[in-house]
């Protein structure tokens, strides 16, 4: 038998005016600004993730940057929402269902043990918290797992804009274990209020008093009294029992674990900035001892929370880099040449056959020098010892295959020169702007590069751009 889920416990009895004024409906819209997800302190913010806008949700699932989804990951933890996460992101995907035959179709899915239904059918008593006062007889509210979701929909019928002038079926759906954890208490209290927000604004007839109660607990999740957030000082976890009760004071041992991961943090920084330059995570695993999981962690509060005027650059997702954060360049820039330091990337006059042979590195790495003559049909051992010279290629001697000798890949000096931040970005960068350069020969560089003055000014233009 199918999975009952209990009512969710929102208080309706409240006294007073409610007022005109909706400031729920901003719950559901998410922010411009995606920077605003991050903020401390902006439990709304956080739920947005749940407003069922697929843009927003696939932003948050699939389209972070790996130090986005680090600082996001980072705040979520330390406000005890992690694992809402599974919960907020799956709503996106939700369906809305009309069928015709609504009684033969609920009857059926209310056998199917892959369904976990959250309210009952027909005459019974509906949970508080969702449509008290919504005049639909046949609606059906069911959590289904989030690989059978399309089955069960085509089962239901049509998906459809929400309506009353249609029977319809809601399923919500989710993802491993299954079925869901903990039974009632798997649907935690803020997404159960978000629930009633999210019908109040698809449809009339939810009772004014469970809105008001749904954003006071919202509300005051939000006015909590929660430390400004900084890896020194992070928030206690917030459980679902103290939800409406504030947070609770930190233990000694969830003390100890921030100020541990602070000092990983500190050290982190410290070793990165002594560096200078990229530092794969292995490395850092073998010089300092660490597991990956503490690294990761130490990773995590160092990217929320850098150094004032640096951040954290992750490149290819394995390497780390302490830069200067991108508000300081102009200072950094007037600085440098006021020093007349040589931190600046002045412009490679080089020659055109070098920078053909770079482009070739650079879209076929790794590549030996006999590939390359045999590209170019002509010998370019000259060509690689300057793009050697001028650390723009090295050889990487663990791409090695018996008999073909140590191949040629890029540096991150030639990242650094475009801006650009992987070799994927750097190839397609090339390709946009050498239109129709033949891939099978790499004879020569289409129009825009196909001298070597033209590469320089592009080089030097990316300089100047970062």
């Given at each position: 038998?199918?999975?009952?889920?209990?009512?969710?416990?929102?208080?309706?009895?409240?006294?007073?005016?409610?007022?005109?004024?909706?400031?729920?409906?901003?719950?559901?819209?998410?922010?411009?600004?995606?920077?605003?997800?991050?903020?401390?302190?902006?439990?709304?913010?956080?739920?947005?993730?749940?407003?069922?806008?697929?843009?927003?949700?696939?932003?948050?699932?699939?389209?972070?940057?790996?130090?986005?989804?680090?600082?996001?990951?980072a705040r979520l933890e330390a406000?005890?929402?992690?694992?809402?996460?599974?919960?907020?992101?799956?709503?996106?995907?939700?369906?809305?269902?009309?069928?015709?035959?609504?009684?033969?179709?609920?009857?059926?899915?209310?056998?199917?043990?892959?369904?976990?239904?959250?309210?009952?059918?027909?005459?019974?008593?509906?949970?508080?918290?969702?449509?008290?006062?919504?005049?639909?007889?046949?609606?059906?509210?069911?959590?289904?797992?989030?690989?059978?979701?399309?089955?069960?929909?085509?089962?239901?019928?049509?998906?459809?804009?929400?309506?009353?002038?249609?029977?319809?079926?809601?399923?919500?759906?989710?993802?491993?274990?299954?079925?869901?954890?903990?039974?009632?208490?798997?649907?935690?209290?803020?997404?159960?209020?978000?629930?009633?927000?999210?019908?109040?604004?698809?449809?009339?007839?939810?009772?004014?008093?469970?809105?008001?109660?749904?954003?006071?607990?919202?509300?005051?999740?939000?006015?909590?009294?929660?430390?400004?957030?900084?890896?020194?000082?992070?928030?206690?976890?917030?459980?679902?029992?103290?939800?409406?009760?504030?947070?609770?004071?930190?233990?000694?041992?969830?003390?100890?674990?921030?100020?541990?991961?602070?000092?990983?943090?500190?050290?982190?920084?410290?070793?990165?900035?002594?560096?200078?330059?990229?530092?794969?995570?292995?490395?850092?695993?073998?010089?300092?001892?660490?597991?990956?999981?503490?690294?990761?962690?130490?990773?995590?509060?160092?990217?929320?929370?850098?150094?004032?005027?640096?951040?954290?650059?992750?490149?290819?997702?394995?390497?780390?880099?302490?830069?200067?954060?991108?508000?300081?360049?102009?200072?950094?820039?007037?600085?440098?040449?006021?020093?007349?330091?040589?931190?600046?990337?002045?412009?490679?006059?080089?020659?055109?056959?070098?920078?053909?042979?770079?482009?070739?590195?650079?879209?076929?790495?790794?590549?030996?020098?006999?590939?390359?003559?045999?590209?170019?049909?002509?010998?370019?051992?000259?060509?690689?010892?300057?793009?050697?010279?001028?650390?723009?290629?090295?050889?990487?001697?663990?791409?090695?295959?018996?008999?073909?000798?140590?191949?040629?890949?890029?540096?991150?000096?030639?990242?650094?020169?475009?801006?650009?931040?992987?070799?994927?970005?750097?190839?397609?960068?090339?390709?946009?702007?050498?239109?129709?350069?033949?891939?099978?020969?790499?004879?020569?560089?289409?129009?825009?590069?196909?001298?070597?003055?033209a590469m320089n000014s592009c080089?030097?233009?990316?300089?100047?751009?970062?």
């Amino acid at each position: 038998m199918p999975t009952e889920l209990a009512a969710p416990e929102i208080s309706a009895t409240l006294d007073g005016d409610l007022g005109g004024e909706e400031p729920w409906r901003d719950v559901l819209r998410p922010p411009a600004d995606s920077r605003r997800l991050l903020a401390a302190r902006s439990a709304w913010a956080v739920l947005a993730l749940a407003s069922g806008d697929d843009r927003l949700a696939a932003r948050v699932a699939d389209g972070l940057s790996r130090p986005e989804a680090s600082r996001a990951r980072a705040r979520l933890e330390a406000e005890g929402l992690l694992q809402l996460l599974p919960l907020l992101m799956a709503r996106a995907g939700r369906a809305w269902c009309v069928c015709s035959d609504a009684e033969a179709i609920v009857e059926q899915m209310r056998a199917d043990p892959r369904l976990a239904f959250t309210g009952a059918v027909g005459d019974t008593a509906w949970p508080q918290a969702y449509v008290r006062a919504v005049d639909l007889p046949q609606l059906v509210d069911a959590y289904a797992l989030d690989a059978h979701l399309d089955q069960h929909a085509d089962q239901a019928g049509d998906q459809h804009i929400p309506s009353a002038a249609f029977h319809e079926i809601l399923l919500r759906p989710v993802a491993e274990p299954w079925p869901l954890p903990e039974a009632p208490a798997a649907v935690p209290d803020l997404v159960r209020a978000l629930d009633v927000l999210e019908l109040a604004v698809e449809r009339a007839g939810v009772h004014r008093a469970e809105i008001h109660a749904a954003w006071t607990l919202i509300h005051m999740r939000a006015d909590a009294a929660v430390p400004s957030w900084h890896r020194a000082r992070r928030p206690p976890r917030v459980r679902s029992a103290a939800l409406r009760l504030g947070h609770r004071a930190a233990s000694p041992f969830s003390r100890a674990l921030a100020a541990t991961r602070a000092a990983d943090a500190d050290l982190l920084s410290a070793l990165l900035f002594a560096a200078g330059t990229p530092v794969s995570r292995s490395t850092l695993q073998v010089g300092m001892g660490w597991q990956s999981a503490r690294l990761q962690a130490a990773v995590d509060a160092l990217v929320a929370e850098p150094p004032r005027g640096q951040q954290v650059l992750l490149l290819d997702d394995e390497r780390l880099q302490l830069v200067t954060a991108a508000a300081a360049s102009g200072q950094v820039e007037r600085l440098l040449r006021h020093l007349k330091r040589d931190g600046l990337p002045e412009t490679l006059e080089l020659p055109e056959t070098v920078w053909l042979v770079m482009v070739i590195v650079v879209l076929e790495q790794p590549i030996t020098r006999t590939e390359i003559t045999a590209r170019r049909m002509a010998d370019s051992d000259r060509q690689v010892q300057i793009l050697l010279r001028h650390r723009l290629v090295r050889e990487e001697p663990r791409a090695a295959v018996p008999g073909r000798g140590i191949p040629l890949v890029t540096t991150d000096l030639v990242l650094r020169r475009f801006g650009l931040r992987s070799i994927a970005e750097l190839q397609d960068y090339l390709l946009t702007h050498a239109q129709g350069l033949e891939e099978a020969r790499l004879p020569f560089l289409a129009d825009g590069f196909n001298d070597g003055g033209a590469m320089n000014s592009c080089i030097h233009e990316s300089s100047n751009s970062t």
